[in-house]
């Protein structure tokens, strides 16, 4: 006999025969679930995004090195076959970028659609599929970048070759933009492109770039959160030198990396800062309805709630929001385990408040390192102002989602993270994080982790929807 732990006894037979039962379930559940997933995409549109897609998956633009050339070679290869005006730029060869435009005649805002060619580094063997197989498997397309962000960029392609094919006339031009070196930092990408070519910006007045997220719940969308200010990166690197040698006779001092570890420690004992922004409170409210109970009222009304034991209810990304966060990522020392390393090299991920100027934080982290150690900014910048919400673009957005999703809530986000954006917001141009997307929370967690997948139904419904969008905002409206 066996015991379930809820009382109940059952016989050999009888468990055998039940879970004979569970299995089956499983299996018929499982098949209807791909049959769906696999059904849905049969237009040719669909098949030639989920084709494009599986390709560009399988172009390993790994940051660092990047090898972005090869991302861009293969979407300007598209856009060339389509007729549409496009070109490799950027300084490095090897880390090219494609730009391509559909103009319009008009002297309206320009529509720039952006994402970034290059992915994070994806080690094969945390892997359960090759990482750039482009693998379509138990409904899933399975890849790096699947997430983060070959995905949007093909829905972004999708949407521009859609325009170029059915002639569309268009009110305002519309500019595709796939980049290099986001994933750190963005200077051999958009910044370099920024300072060196700027004539491809002209006229720009709203971009649609990565960033945003959305509440999915099992298939349905209840937020479509447009991401429209983000925390402000401060990255920096610990160096500590000393006396290297056998460590049989270690230095006194303890070397190199006792200073390092001293340091390291002094650093992330600093308080973090916390404050309840603007843009956060706004985004917070905007999202309460969608939430029940306790989390809901604190949403509603986070300055109420905000420094009181209460706010430890929200979800933990959230929280985030709240305050400063100082992550210690990369450590760096030593060969081997019998010699005192001469140098020793800690990360820290420091991510601000929105709005936040770094230089005070950075003047702080000095005074505590001490003397003996080099701090130095791997990435830093002025903050960036939020994009402003009563915009056309922000109105066409509500108007497709909500028509897409009749019962979900369009607001204006706040990410933790950090994107490409902030260099448009700092130019005063309208720049928005938004995500096509329906992703659930288990899937979601795989970006920048191994077995980075998106469903195909999702992925074929968000090109669909950025279709629609970009149709919307940008298509001639008749007179
Ligand atoms: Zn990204």
Redesign the pocket.
Known sequence: MTQLGTGFRYTQREMRLALRLFLVVLTLAFAQNCREAEAVSESPFDKEAQANFVEYLKIDTSNPPGNETTGARFLLDILVKEGIEAKLVGPDKDRQSVWARLPSGTKKPALLLMH?IDVVPAPAKEWSVPPFSGEKVNGYFWGRGAL??KSLGIAHLMAVVDLKRRAVPLDRDVIFLAVAD??MGGRAGLAALMEKSPELFSGVGFVLN?GGANVTVVDRIDYWGVEVDQKVPLWIRLTAKGEGGHSATPPADGGATKRLVDAAHAVSAIPMRSELHPSVEAFFKSMASTKPGKRGRILADPRRYFGTPDIAELPYGLQMLLRDTLAMTRLEAGTSTNAVPDIATADLDIRMIPGSDPAALLTQIRQVAGPLVEVEVLLSGPPAPASAVDTDLFAALSRVLTTASPNSKVGAMVTAGT?DSRYFRRRGIVAYGFSPFKINYYDGATVHGADERIRVRFFLEGVELMRQIVSDFCARKPA
Request: glycine fraction near 0%.
């Open positions: 970034h983060d962000i986001e994933e990565e994107t």
